[in-house]
């Protein structure tokens, strides 16, 4: 009379085990869709860190970096947005892949300023953000080593 419970307990652990299991590679396979989803957002975008504007309006933000592109850095390039994060960072959203790699190719020509230091940037997740502090971490110990650090 008992063993028949016994064997139906087991058989539902079992069941719930296998349960769980699926539901956990369920969780992990929609993490990363989330993932592949924000890192395919923020793809075309750039982050423009530096440049001083203290309107939030979205045409004078605009105009800003319409000017910075074209003045500073000789490029062209059409914006779909244009946002501020915080003070001097900004966070532009381009038509396409090539006009990021442009300024991408461009970017250099700002450390000439003598006024202001712009930097430009990809635009990185969270998770792509702390893994690129822990790279330049372990190149600043390795130059502090005197070894040879090349950055790519």
């Given at each position: ?10 058989t539902i652990r079992e ?74 960072i900004a966070v532009v ?60």
């Amino acid at each position: 009379m008992l063993k028949p419970v016994v064997e139906d307990t087991r058989t539902i652990r079992e069941e719930q085990k296998r349960t769980s299991e699926e539901i956990k590679g369920v969780r992990k396979g929609i993490s990363e869709i989330a993932q592949n989803q924000e890192k395919e957002k923020r793809k075309k975008n750039i982050v423009v860190q530096g440049i001083k504007i203290n309107e939030n309006k979205q045409n004078i933000l605009r105009e800003a970096m319409k000017n910075l592109m074209d003045k500073e850095l000789g490029v062209w390039v059409e914006m779909n947005s244009v946002r501020k994060l915080r003070e001097e960072i900004a966070v532009v959203e381009l038509n396409n892949i090539q006009d990021k790699m442009i300024i991408m190719e461009n970017k250099s020509k700002l450390k000439n300023r003598n006024d202001e230091s712009i930097n430009i940037n990809d635009d990185m997740t969270k998770e792509e953000r702390i893994i690129q502090k822990e790279l330049r971490r372990i190149a600043q110990l390795k130059k502090n080593k005197g070894k040879r650090i090349k950055r790519s």
